[in-house]
T-cell receptor, first 115, second 111 residues
Framework: SAVISQKPSRDICQRGTSLTIQCQVD?????MFWYRQQPGQSLTLIAT?????????ESGFVIDKFPISRPNLTFSTLTVSNMSPEDSSIYLC????????????FGPGTRLTVT | RKEVEQDPGPFNVPEGATVAFNCTYS??????FFWYRQDCRKEPKLLMS???SGNEDGRFTAQLNRASQYISLLIRDSKLSDSATYLC????????????FGTGTRLTIIP
């Protein structure tokens, strides 16, 4: 496995503002993903962060709301834009490519509260 | 039908007992299967991959039944530290690296 860090670990933000979450891996990985986990729910994939090109978004998620960057094979950012209380959630990055069979490893998550 | 379906529990099991979780998946083209463990307020951690022939890791045994599209996890001699939510995870399609997560089964081991 790899060491995956996320910053910030938590934040409380006002509605209408934006927050950028960073994900750093200590080794190069093929794939990076961003997930959301709302209270009491399982994980929902937001998008695949593609190195050097635009992210691939899942149904229900759009680039204007969740812009993503992936400038290299070890780093990605997710921005939650124009936040509302409904965006309160845990945001997790994951990486894949360390094993042969699509195993994903998760960062510690960012706990976001929007007031 | 949900893509990945699990009994949400909760399962409250005495220490030392054996407990089994089941999971069904809807896409017959899925090829990779996993059990993740998630502790309260923590990220999911890979517990084990599930292979066609079944696999064992210490007290944990995973089985796959492709014909019935069914995955199981057996925990023997349960410990207090096994208390967590167990997530059944399946890749979406053949050759697709995206994963679909079940809603999880909550397990509490009682002293």
């Amino acid at each position: 496995s790899a060491v995956i860090s996320q910053k910030p670990s938590r934040d409380i933000c006002q509605r209408g503002t934006s927050l950028t979450i960073q994900c750093q891996v200590d080794s190069q990985v093929t794939m990076m993903f961003w997930y959301r986990q709302q209270p009491g729910q399982s994980l929902t994939l937001i998008a695949t962060a593609n190195q050097g090109s635009e992210a691939t978004y899942e149904s229900g998620f759009v680039i204007d709301k969740f812009p993503i960057s992936r400038p290299n094979l070890t780093f990605s950012t997710l921005t939650v834009s124009n936040m509302s209380p409904e965006d309160s959630s845990i945001y997790l990055c994951s990486v894949e490519g360390l094993a042969e069979n699509y195993e994903q490893y998760f960062g510690p998550g960012t706990r976001l509260t929007v007031t | 039908r949900k893509e990945v379906e699990q009994d949400p529990g909760p399962f409250n099991v005495p220490e030392g007992a054996t407990v089994a979780f089941n999971c069904t998946y809807s896409n017959s083209a899925s090829q990779s299967f996993f059990w993740y463990r998630q502790d309260c307020r923590k990220e999911p951690k890979l517990l084990m991959s599930v292979y066609s022939s079944g696999n064992e890791d210490g007290r944990f045994t995973a089985q796959l039944n492709r014909a019935s599209q069914y995955i199981s996890l057996l925990i023997r001699d349960s410990k207090l530290s096994d208390s967590a939510t167990y997530l059944c995870v399946v890749n979406r399609n053949f050759g697709n690296e995206k994963l679909t997560f079940g809603t999880g089964t909550r397990l509490t081991i009682i002293p």
